[in-house]
């Protein structure tokens, strides 16, 4: 069975770096198939996605958050990290990490998401 459980701080400082840990029970993250995903949800708002890592190491992140997020993984711990720069206080919220992978068929593939972690509160103090 496939586990993911978020850790790290909940209470960080304005502009300081904020960092959250995804560790991964059940399954490599190494195994190609799968990709790994950071998802946040603000108070009162719906879901948003952050930024995948894939196997590879490659990266993609969202435009909304300007070059400030970071995402890497420790192969070793089964691990992956995201690390959020000058946040702000728009950036409270619960972050979410989750299992990613492609159902692919004729037409092409689709991106979908598997297990998720039960969130962490992040909130951002001045």
């Known amino acids: 069975q496939v586990q993911l459980q978020e850790s790290g701080p909940g209470l960080v400082k304005l502009l300081q770096t904020h960092s959250v840990t995804c560790t991964v029970s059940g399954v490599s993250i190494t195994i190609d198939y799968y990709w790994w995903s950071w998802i946040r949800q603000l108070p009162g708002k719906g879901l948003e996605w952050l930024g995948d890592i894939a196997v590879s190491g490659t990266t993609y992140y969202s435009p909304s958050l300007k070059s400030r997020a970071s995402i890497s993984s420790e192969t070793s711990n089964n691990q992956f990290s995201l690390q959020l720069s000058f946040v702000n206080p728009e950036d409270t919220a619960v972050y979410y990490c989750?299992?990613?992978?492609?159902?692919?068929?004729?037409?092409?593939?689709?991106?979908?998401?598997?297990?998720w972690g039960r969130g962490t509160l992040v909130t951002v103090s001045s």
């Open positions: 989750a299992q990613v992978y492609f159902y692919c068929s004729g037409s092409g593939c689709i991106r979908r998401l598997g297990p």
